[in-house]
């Protein structure tokens, strides 16, 4: 048995098998870099009207023979809205034409009368008495046919309004009339959002207030109502207001919101006004390992990972920033980071990690 120990001793040593893994964890890697950001404000508000346009009854005692719209609709400039019952008004008219037509024969015959007595003024034919009388007969004629003007101006006026048109491009956002109703002189009959265009109506506290300008962009995250998907839709800051409101302490940022958003007016929104662009130390979110309620990430030097607590800044798409404690150029791990734990040996690989399960 010496001799084969011996013999076994002197034996060449069997080769490494490079087949056998390593201790190490295997993770892919990624380099911090550095981004230009936005920084924005976080805000609520209320979705209004960009201009609403108040139609109104400008007749009275008629009542309203058609209706062509609903709430809700969409209208164009020069569509017709309502139709008023006009017998009696186009009567008015006919009979203030006719008593134009009277007084114009009346103002004619009364210039005749004035000329005929300037030449018998002029032949001493005529006394001066005489004379201011029939000039004086002049005048009233024709005072008496601006009156008839006046008055068949203000007939057809009359006409014009027992009709009603759409002033503007606009969406019905409500209607105050039925068939038949006799509606008071200046009642509200139709409120019309103008060229459908809607505005936020941001709410700012009065730290933030002073970094808001007009021009500067904004969004708002919301619900379409065809539709249960959140989307995002894109606006400017139109007017910063200076007044703060006496209960909120909030003051109103108003934001012209692009195209025509299917939004229900009144809906409360969430949404960001972007203030200024910056810097940003940035990573890919699957980077992080949360742990214990709080952020790390591991940080690879020498193939030994180092566990980093950090704070976290803005989001955009898959990217996150980074506040403290990594550096721009900093090698982290990423696939397989939530294995790690501080001072662990890693072997970086060079394509993503396979699956479990996958062959």
């Known amino acids: 048995p010496l001799d084969l120990l011996a013999k076994n001793t002197d034996a060449p040593p069997v080769p490494e098998n490079?087949?056998?893994?390593?201790?190490?964890t295997q993770v892919?890697?990624?380099?911090a870099s550095t981004a230009n950001w936005p920084v924005s404000i976080s805000t609520q508000g209320e979705v209004v009207p960009w201009e609403i346009i108040m139609l109104s009854a400008k007749t009275n005692g008629v009542g309203a023979t058609e209706i062509s719209v609903l709430e809700g609709e969409r209208?164009?400039?020069?569509q017709l809205l309502a139709r008023f019952d006009d017998r009696l008004l186009?009567?008015?008219?006919?009979?203030?034409?006719?008593?134009l037509a009277f007084a114009e024969a009346d103002l004619q015959q009364a210039k005749t009368h004035l000329k005929r007595a300037e030449t018998l003024k002029q032949k001493q034919t005529l006394s001066e008495q005489e004379f201011d009388l029939i000039a004086t007969r002049a005048s009233t004629a024709q005072a008496a046919r601006d009156q008839s003007a006046a008055a068949l101006t203000l007939a057809d006026i009359k006409l014009s309004d027992a009709v009603i048109y759409a002033p503007d491009d606009g969406t019905i956002l409500e209607r105050n009339l039925d068939l038949g109703q006799v509606p008071s002189g200046g009642a509200v009959l139709f409120r019309l959002a103008r060229q459908h265009k809607l505005e936020w109506l941001a709410q700012v506290d009065a730290a933030q207030l002073p970094k808001i300008k007009t021009n500067m962009t904004a969004e708002i995250n919301s619900t379409s109502n065809i539709g249960t998907a959140t989307k995002t839709i894109a606006g400017t800051v139109r007017s910063v207001s200076s007044q703060l409101n006496k209960n909120s302490r909030l003051a109103n940022v108003r934001v012209l919101l692009e195209g025509v958003p299917e939004l229900a007016?009144?809906?409360?929104?969430?949404?960001?006004i972007f203030i200024a662009n910056t810097a940003a130390i940035v990573v890919p979110a699957n980077c992080l390992v949360i742990k214990d309620g709080k952020t790390w990430l591991f940080r690879i030097k020498?193939?030994?990972?180092?566990q980093v607590l950090v704070s976290l800044g803005r989001r955009h798409e898959d990217k996150i920033e980074i506040i403290n404690n990594i550096s721009i150029g900093d090698v982290l791990a990423q696939e397989g980071a939530g294995f790690l734990n501080d001072g662990d040996k890693v072997t970086i690989l060079t394509a993503p990690l396979k699956s479990a399960g996958a062959n």
């Open 75 to 78: 209208v164009q400039k020069g």
């Open 90 to 99: 186009r009567a008015e008219l006919a009979q203030a034409r006719a008593n």
């Open 18 to 24: 490079k087949t056998i893994p390593s201790t190490a």
């Open 265 to 272: 007016v009144n809906a409360y929104v969430e949404g960001k």
């Open 28 to 31: 892919t890697s990624v380099v």
């Open 302 to 306: 020498n193939n030994t990972a180092e």
